[in-house]
């Protein structure tokens, strides 16, 4: 096929340098990332190799921020192919029904959090999250009494959104509210400019707000792109999941996550223990339980996670 449905990223969209090492290349249509992708896609709904041709799944490491991130990405037209079409609503929309009851836990946990942070009146307080989904967030907030704002890009999710009282906001819309917090739950690994879009995020927040970021970590990817297992179950130990190819086009680590935030101009929240243990306690079984004890711990202290939450550095 002569039409190419990629884009080509030169340099790292994290912090625009364009020191980078190749680490790693295959074809989409060979082995081994031709059966990860049947194997992702096939359950989801569908995939149509046409449209990939002899593009290639190419990952490059930043020497400046570390980011490992994927020169060729689909452009909107593919994208929305994936999004809307090769992975198939009504299933998706079941597969979010399955597992939403741990979601609605550490939502509510999390919006519980912002409140007692901001130490406001609920409904004093704008939230917006930014790649809604199916709107589950939005509709936590709203729940808890704040004045709940999302963005999407796929038509069928917004009308989901809407059709529960969302109130859905274009990305041309957002320079014309200002929020108490912005969510990005899984949303920055997938976007093609990471730091143009953050820079924007933050002219739509107030200036004692919040923002935050939460992605696949990325530590040891390397490692497991040595080990290549592409079939490792998402959550195993050897999983490619960090990398994704097509969707996870961004690989962050704490480090470049931080080294983004710095030139966009934010700066790391750590939000205190205290405030992260009133409603942190909540969980299936006894291992669940103990690892939302330690996770309040293992971010405020390690500086290891890519659960990040930021606010815009204060200027002397
Ligand atoms: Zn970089």
Same mark, same amino acid.
């Given at each position: 096929?002569?039409?190419?449905?990629?884009?080509?990223?030169?340099?790292?969209?994290?912090? /625009?340098?364009?020191?980078?090492?190749?680490?790693?290349?295959?074809?989409?249509?060979?082995?081994?990332?031709?059966?990860?992708?049947?194997?992702?896609? +096939?359950?989801?709904?569908?995939?149509?190799?046409?449209? %990939?041709?002899?593009?290639?799944?190419?990952?490059?490491?930043?020497?400046?921020?570390?980011?490992?991130?994927?020169?060729?990405?689909? &452009?909107?037209?593919?994208?929305?192919?994936?999004?809307?079409?090769? +992975?198939?609503?009504?299933?998706?929309?079941?597969?979010?029904?399955? *597992?939403?009851? #741990?979601?609605?836990?550490?939502?509510?946990?999390?919006?519980?959090? %912002?409140?007692?942070?901001?130490?406001?009146?609920?409904?004093?307080?704008?939230?917006?999250?930014? @790649?809604?989904? =199916?709107?589950?967030?939005?509709?936590?907030?709203? !729940?808890?009494?704040?004045?709940?704002? @999302?963005?999407?890009?796929?038509?069928?999710?917004?009308?989901?959104?809407?059709?529960? @009282?969302?109130?859905?906001?274009? =990305?041309?819309?957002?320079?014309?509210?200002?929020?108490?917090?912005?969510?990005?739950?899984?949303?920055?690994?997938?976007?093609? #400019?990471?730091?143009?879009?953050?820079?924007?995020? /933050?002219? *739509?927040?107030?200036?004692?707000?919040?923002?935050?970021?939460?992605?696949? &970590?990325?530590?040891?990817? /390397?490692?497991?792109?040595?080990?290549?297992?592409?079939?490792?179950?998402?959550?195993?130990?050897?999983?490619? &999941?960090? !990398?994704?190819?097509?969707?996870? $086009?961004?690989?962050?680590?704490?480090?470049?996550?931080? *080294?983004?935030?710095?030139?966009?101009?934010?700066?790391?929240?750590?939000?205190?223990?205290?405030?992260?243990? %009133?409603?942190?306690?909540?969980?299936?079984?006894?291992?669940? !339980?103990?690892?939302?004890?330690?996770?309040? !711990?293992?971010? &405020? $202290?390690?500086?290891? @996670?890519?659960?990040?939450?930021?606010?815009?550095?204060? /200027?002397?």
């Amino acid at each position: 096929m002569s039409t190419s449905y990629f884009m080509k990223r030169q340099f790292c969209l994290a912090c /625009k340098s364009e020191k980078h090492k190749k680490i790693y290349s295959c074809q989409f249509s060979k082995p081994p990332i031709k059966e990860y992708l049947e194997s992702f896609y +096939i359950p989801q709904g569908r995939i149509e190799f046409e449209y %990939l041709g002899d593009s290639e799944f190419i990952l490059n490491e930043c020497n400046y921020c570390g980011l490992i991130y994927q020169e060729e990405i689909p &452009n909107d037209f593919l994208m929305r192919k994936i999004y809307e079409e090769w +992975i198939d609503p009504v299933k998706s929309y079941e597969a979010q029904q399955n *597992t939403i009851i #741990e979601d609605y836990l550490s939502y509510s946990q999390e919006v519980l959090m %912002l409140i007692a942070y901001f130490n406001m009146i609920p409904s004093q307080l704008k939230f917006l999250d930014f @790649g809604m989904g =199916w709107g589950i967030w939005c509709q936590i907030a709203k !729940v808890m009494g704040c004045e709940s704002y @999302g963005t999407e890009l796929s038509e069928t999710r917004i009308e989901h959104a809407k059709s529960n @009282g969302i109130k859905v906001i274009s =990305w041309e819309e957002l320079p014309n509210h200002d929020f108490h917090f912005i969510n990005t739950g899984q949303v920055f690994e997938h976007i093609a #400019e990471p730091l143009d879009t953050l820079s924007y995020l /933050k002219k *739509t927040l107030k200036p004692e707000g919040l923002l935050k970021i939460s992605v696949p &970590n990325g530590a040891g990817i /390397k490692k497991k792109l040595k080990i290549s297992d592409w079939t490792a179950p998402k959550s195993s130990r050897n999983s490619l &999941n960090a !990398v994704a190819p097509l969707e996870h $086009i961004n690989c962050f680590t704490y480090n470049s996550i931080i *080294t983004m935030a710095n030139i966009a101009g934010f700066e790391q929240v750590k939000i205190p223990l205290s405030i992260q243990y %009133l409603y942190a306690i909540h969980g299936k079984s006894l291992m669940q !339980v103990l690892k939302n004890v330690l996770k309040p !711990v293992y971010r &405020n $202290i390690f500086n290891k @996670g890519t659960y990040i939450f930021l606010r815009k550095k204060i /200027k002397c």
